[in-house]
């Protein structure tokens, strides 16, 4: 398992970035979802009826799918549902809710932009206004894939943006209720409606209207197959976040490192899903044989020990270099969602560090951690794509406006450059909007 695959990759990186290349190659062939080809036809064929028979066909899947009868009366969660809620989900928990929701708000607030104004004593004003997203869609998943920690991460910078209504969907249970947790999160994080359906059918609800359900600017949140696939296809009627991949988190380590504590944070993703990635690249031999043999210990003691066994055994890696910095470009390629950094000098490491969704730096800075309470986001880019995507945050949220303005001072001093600009181009109109202007003074 993870020990034979350390064992048939520890000498894979020769110490040099054409390996390292090769690595990153194999690694984006194993975790890029090709099989969703077959998925396509069956959620572009939900995407298609929602968007045809509106209501009547959401209610219709939502049956299908998720065994329970909807109308327009049930869709939407009362709020009688969301204080029964209260009473099924234990006071601590909640109270723990509330702590995590405050770091997460106090963070994201500091991300807030505001618009801005440039004037010149000729009269020109320059600017960019910032305005919130009017409407947004958040897809919560439920039974036992339902985070209420992800509800708090997708809504908290929405409504710090200032989006005026923060739309949430979650599939019901068997008895036609959202998931207790769910409900509360949502209502702790300040969710203005939220509805009772879920998977391909939700996003095309979200994305195109319905009689029920209001058409949004923008879906975030997480699901599975057919919900990354139904985003990606609404992606132009709607804006999205991004198409989710499994989870992944990469440690970069020297011999200082705690096994024990490596170990952890590698199966602490790996528990995810049978596709999740657990890759540990040390300088380290004896490290890695250490983690290696940590991690048969916690898997034998993990209720989800089957599950994490399987995805160590898909993706689960442990890279020796014979150098940090070939290390360190190792994990430039790999790009990981989570990346660790548990070395004796972290923050010098951090600064080489080009391409992560997150960085946790020093053995007590967990992953688990910012998935729960630090404040930073827990929405981060995977499959590679952190060399140019970025956690989801404020700016997600918002979209901004050029101002510009020229007095007749102004506009006087640069006409002509602007005129010829244009017919250099062959746009005569272009060029005939700026002369017009100035016919008086060419005594036209």
């Given at each position: 398992m993870f020990k034979e695959m350390m064992d048939q990759i520890e000498e894979f990186l020769e110490n040099t970035p054409k390996?390292?290349?090769?690595?990153?190659?194999?690694?984006?062939?194993?975790?890029?979802?090709?099989?969703?080809?077959?998925?396509?036809?069956?959620?572009k064929a939900i995407l298609d009826n929602v968007k045809k028979r509106g209501d009547e066909a959401l209610f219709e899947y939502t049956e299908k799918f998720d065994g329970f009868c909807l109308d327009q009366q049930s869709v939407l969660v009362k709020e009688e549902e969301i204080e029964e809620a209260y009473t099924q989900v234990d006071r601590g928990l909640i109270e723990i809710i509330r702590k995590a929701l405050k770091n997460i708000e106090t963070y994201h607030e500091k991300q807030r932009q505001y618009s801005w104004f440039d004037?010149?004593?000729?009269?020109?004003?320059?600017?960019?206004?910032?305005?919130?997203?009017?409407?947004?869609?958040?897809?919560?998943?439920?039974?036992?894939?339902?985070?209420?920690?992800?509800?708090?991460?997708?809504?908290?910078?929405?409504?710090?943006?200032?989006?005026?209504?923060?739309?949430?969907?979650?599939?019901?249970?068997?008895?036609?209720?959202?998931?207790?947790?769910?409900?509360?999160?949502?209502?702790?994080?300040?969710?203005?409606?939220?509805?009772?359906?879920?998977?391909?059918?939700?996003?095309?609800?979200?994305?195109?209207?319905?009689?029920?359900?209001?058409?949004?600017?923008?879906?975030?949140?997480?699901?599975?197959?057919?919900?990354?696939?139904?985003?990606?296809?609404?992606?132009?009627?709607?804006?999205?976040d991004s198409i989710a991949g499994p989870s992944e988190i990469l440690v970069l380590a020297d011999e200082t490192a705690n096994p024990r504590y490596v170990a952890a944070d590698l199966l602490s993703q790996a528990e995810h899903d049978e596709?999740?990635?657990?890759?540990?690249?040390?300088?380290?031999?004896?490290?890695?044989?250490?983690?290696?043999?940590?991690?048969?210990?916690?898997?034998?003691?993990?209720?989800?020990?089957?599950?994490?066994?399987?995805?160590?055994?898909?993706?689960?890696?442990?890279?020796?270099?014979?150098?940090?910095?070939?290390?360190?470009?190792?994990?430039?390629?790999?790009?990981?969602?989570?990346?660790?950094?548990m070395t004796a000098s972290p923050f010098e490491v951090m600064t080489k560090i080009r391409n992560a969704g997150a960085i946790f730096i020093g053995?007590?800075?967990?992953?688990?951690?910012?998935?729960?309470?630090?404040?930073?986001?827990?929405?981060?880019?995977?499959?590679g794509t952190a060399k140019f995507f970025s956690p989801l945050s404020v700016d997600d949220f918002i979209k901004k406006s050029s101002i510009i303005s020229y007095s007749r001072e102004a506009l006087e001093k640069i006409h002509s450059d602007i005129e010829r600009f244009a017919e250099a181009e062959h746009l005569t109109a272009h060029a005939n909007s700026i002369k017009v202007r100035f016919e008086s003074e060419r005594g036209e």
């Open positions: 390996d390292i290349y090769e690595f990153s190659i194999i690694l984006e062939d194993m975790l890029v979802d090709d099989y969703y080809e077959m998925y396509e036809e069956q959620v004037s010149k004593p000729d009269g020109t004003i320059l600017g960019q206004k910032v305005t919130a997203l009017d409407r947004v869609g958040v897809y919560v998943p439920g039974g036992k894939a339902a985070y209420p920690s992800s509800v708090l991460m997708n809504i908290v910078p929405a409504k710090t943006a200032g989006v005026r209504e923060i739309i949430m969907v979650t599939p019901p249970g068997k008895d036609g209720k959202g998931t207790p947790t769910t409900l509360v999160a949502a209502k702790e994080a300040g969710a203005d409606k939220i509805y009772k359906v879920g998977g391909a059918q939700a996003i095309a609800a979200l994305a195109y209207g319905t009689e029920s359900i209001s058409k949004v600017d923008k879906i975030v949140g997480p699901g599975n197959i057919y919900v990354a696939l139904a985003k990606k296809a609404v992606y132009g009627h709607v804006s999205i596709m999740a990635s657990a890759i540990l690249v040390t300088v380290s031999m004896e490290l890695a044989e250490k983690v290696s043999e940590q991690t048969e210990l916690f898997i034998s003691q993990l209720s989800r020990g089957e599950i994490i066994r399987k995805s160590l055994d898909n993706y689960g890696h442990i890279l020796v270099a014979d150098t940090m910095d070939e290390a360190i470009d190792a994990a430039n390629e790999i790009a990981s969602e989570h990346l660790e950094i053995e007590n800075s967990s992953e688990p951690l910012g998935d729960y309470f630090a404040g930073p986001n827990h929405v981060l880019p995977t499959n």
